[in-house]
C-alpha cells in the first residue's frame, strides 16, 4: 500500500512530462523553438504534432495568415496646401518567424513598427503630392458627355478648389489633369514601406487608403459650396419649369382662343340662318293676308305698351286705334 502511494505521485509526474514533449503546430499557424533564448528548432510550419524538451525548450507560435493593420487617420498637407484627414490600412504577414521574434517578438511590437513606418510614408506621398492625384484616378475623365444627365450634377462634386475658380487664400486652383493618380500613390507608398519593413521579417503586401476627409475648418466651406450649387441648379430647374408653364399656359389660351372664336361663328351663323328661316317663314304665312298680317302686328304692340310706364298721347282719328274703333 505504501509503494502505491509512492509509484501514483511519480507516475502522474512523468504523464505531465510525457505531454509535455509534445506540442501541436495548428492550421495556419508557425512555430519556433528555442532553448534559453536561442533559436534549437524550426519554424514548423506545417500542421501537426511535434517533439521539444519539457521545461528547457520553449514554442513560440506565430500566424501563417495574412494580417490586419489599420492606422490613425492623421492630418496631412497635401503639395498645395490643402489639410485633410488620411486614414490608411495595411496587410501583412510573417515570412521570417526567427527574425520577427528576435525584432519584434509578437504583433504589439510588429503593429508598432509598422505604425511609424506606414505612417511616415504616407506622410510624405500625401505631402508630395496635389490633392486631385489623391483622390482621382489617372484614367478619370471629369467631364461627362454633354448630352448626359449628369453634366449638370459633376461639378458641384468635385474637389474644392479644383473645379475652377479660386482656391483658398486667393491662390489661383489647381487643374483637374490627373497625371499620377491614388492607384500609382499608394503602390508607391507600398513599395517603400515593404523595403523598411523586411528586416523585421515581415512582408508587407498592400497598402490602401481608406478615406480622405478635409479637416473640420474646409468641411464647412465644402458643404457651403456644394449647397449653393444644389440651389442653383435648383433654381435653374425651377426657372426653366416656369418657362415650360408659361409656354404650355400661352398655348393653351391661344388654342381656347380660338375654339371660341370658332364657336362663336358658328353660332352666329347657325342665328343668322335661324332668323333667315323664321324670317322667310313668318313672310310666306302673313303675306297670304295683308290685314290680317297688319292686325296681328298691331295686337301685338298693344300686348307690348305697359299701362304703368307707357304714357301716348294720340288722336283717336289715327291709324293706330282704327282696329278699336271697329270693336263692338
Keep these: ?19 509535455s514533449c509534445f506540442f501541436t ?45 489599420d492606422g ?12 485633410i484627414w488620411v486614414d490608411t490600412t495595411a496587410r501583412w504577414r510573417i515570412v521570417d518567424p526567427l527574425l520577427y521574434l528576435q525584432t519584434v517578438g509578437n504583433e504589439t511590437g510588429a503593429s ?104 473640420e475648418t474646409v468641411q464647412k466651406r465644402v458643404f457651403e459650396r456644394m449647397i449653393s450649387e444644389r440651389k442653383r441648379i435648383a433654381s435653374q430647374y425651377r426657372s426653366e419649369g416656369e418657362g415650360e408653364k408659361a409656354r404650355i399656359l400661352g398655348t393653351m389660351e391661344k388654342e381656347l382662343a380660338r375654339v371660341r372664336s370658332e364657336a362663336y361663328r358658328t353660332a352666329q351663323e347657325t342665328r343668322g340662318q335661324g332668323d333667315a328661316k323664321a324670317t322667310t317663314i313668318f313672310g310666306q304665312a302673313f303675306g297670304q293676308d295683308a290685314q290680317f298680317y297688319t292686325l296681328f302686328k298691331t295686337l301685338e304692340t298693344y300686348k307690348a305698351m305697359s299701362p304703368d310706364k307707357t304714357e301716348l298721347i294720340l288722336s283717336t282719328d289715327g291709324d293706330y286705334f282704327k282696329f278699336l274703333k271697329k270693336v263692338p
Aim: charged share 25%.
Design 1 to 19: 500500500m505504501k509503494s502505491l502511494r509512492m509509484i501514483l505521485p511519480l507516475a502522474a509526474i512523468l504523464l505531465v512530462l510525457a505531454f
Design 25 to 69: 503546430v495548428q492550421e495556419g499557424h508557425q512555430a519556433l523553438v528555442t532553448q534559453f533564448g536561442k533559436p534549437v528548432g524550426g519554424p514548423y510550419s506545417q500542421a501537426g504534432l511535434y517533439f521539444k524538451i519539457p521545461m528547457i525548450q520553449e514554442v513560440h507560435l506565430f500566424d501563417k495568415r495574412l494580417l490586419k493593420w
Design 72 to 83: 490613425k487617420p492623421n492630418e496631412i498637407p497635401t503639395r498645395d496646401k490643402k489639410y
Design 112 to 215: 508598432s513598427r509598422l505604425d511609424d513606418i506606414i505612417d511616415s510614408v504616407v506622410r510624405d506621398m500625401v505631402s508630395s503630392n496635389l490633392l486631385v492625384e489623391l483622390v482621382r484616378s489617372a484614367d478619370w475623365d471629369p467631364t461627362p458627355p454633354s448630352d448626359s444627365p449628369l453634366a449638370k450634377v459633376v461639378t458641384p462634386l468635385l474637389p474644392l478648389d479644383t473645379a475652377g475658380g479660386q482656391a483658398a487664400g486667393g491662390v489661383a486652383a489647381e487643374p483637374l489633369e490627373v497625371k499620377v493618380g491614388r492607384q500609382l500613390i499608394t503602390r508607391s507608398m507600398l513599395s517603400e514601406a515593404a523595403k523598411l519593413t523586411k528586416q523585421y521579417g515581415i512582408e508587407l503586401l498592400d497598402v490602401e487608403i481608406k478615406r480622405i476627409n478635409y479637416v
